[in-house]
């Protein structure tokens, strides 16, 4: 599971302000036998509120992605850095506060990119912080945002 704060990029952050309300589940098996590549899943949510009060309105990703990660061991340490790559649908909930009809909903491909470190704080258990880069595939301007993450976990 994680907490993350997103930050709107582009013409999408003159709109929306960071968010701070986002939180996922992660699960990974490993691709092959020897534990540095492994096949992610990932059910995400963000949720951001808009920067202006003339035009109140609220924007929801639920997001469902998967790929590949691949883990590698500083030698002396029990810290791994990665690098991981995501993509699958996104839906999304538009809500222009005030007005008639003033909530759309859609169904958009998303990608995500990035690299952090896990620490292992037990045999098992571990954190992950991370830095990402996420694009949503939006019918208009693409959505881009800047995702920090904080991962807590254990290893089966």
Not at 125 to 138: A, C, D, N, R, S
Not at 141 to 148: A, G, N, T
């Amino acid at each position: 599971a994680s907490y993350a704060f997103n930050l709107p990029l582009g013409v999408w952050a003159d709109y929306y302000t960071a968010s701070y309300t986002g939180a996922s589940v992660h699960f990974q098996i490993p691709a092959f036998p020897n534990d540095k590549i492994f096949l992610e899943s990932e059910i995400d949510i963000a949720y951001y509120r808009s920067s202006s009060s003339t035009k109140p309105s609220t924007l929801l990703f639920i997001t469902l992605g998967a790929g590949p990660a691949a883990y590698f061991l500083i030698p002396g340490t029990s810290i791994n850095y990665f690098y991981k790559i995501h993509a699958g649908p996104a839906y999304s909930i538009l809500d222009l506060e005030n007005q008639d009809n003033g909530k759309s909903t859609s169904i958009d491909l998303f990608v995500i990119a990035g690299t952090g470190i896990r620490l292992y704080i037990s045999n098992s258990m571990f954190i992950e912080p991370g830095l990402y880069w996420k694009t949503v595939f939006t019918a208009s301007d693409y959505f881009h945002d800047l995702r920090i993450s904080l991962y807590a976990g254990i290893k089966f």
